[in-house]
Nanobody, 122 residues
């Protein structure tokens, strides 16, 4: 299983970024995908997910209305569009593949990428 996240960087508050997660080595259609983030000294938290079973997307309250998760099955790629970024969005963002019903909890995902760093300056 290979998950490669990219697209992170330094952005000013109010700006936007789009993260990409390229997946390989498994059947993309069998998994849900999630984006998680971890700020320094904090636990990793779920941000957004695409549920394969329910054909639905879920978001953490802190990002609702600002972040959008999407996928391109033909490219085996999952995206996270992040708008109106805030300094508290700073952290390393990870994509993960997990159980078909999806969710925003760490234990629901078994395969993780290395992450991409997002820094939002005030």
């Amino acid at each position: 299983v290979q998950l490669q996240a990219s697209g992170g960087g330094l952005v000013q508050a109010g700006g936007s970024l789009r993260l990409s997660c390229s997946a390989g080595g498994f059947n993309f259609d069998d998994y849900s995908f999630g984006w998680f983030r971890q700020a320094p000294g904090e636990e990793r938290e779920g941000v957004a997910c695409i549920s394969r079973s329910y054909n639905a997307t879920y978001y953490a309250d802190s990002v609702k209305g600002r972040f959008t998760i999407s996928e391109d099955i033909s490219k085996k790629t999952v995206y996270l569009r992040m708008n109106s970024l805030k300094p508290e969005d700073t952290g390393r963002y990870y994509c993960a593949a997990g159980v078909p019903w999806g969710g925003l909890l760490n234990f629901e995902y078994k395969d993780w990428g290395r992450g991409t760093l997002v820094t939002v300056s005030s």
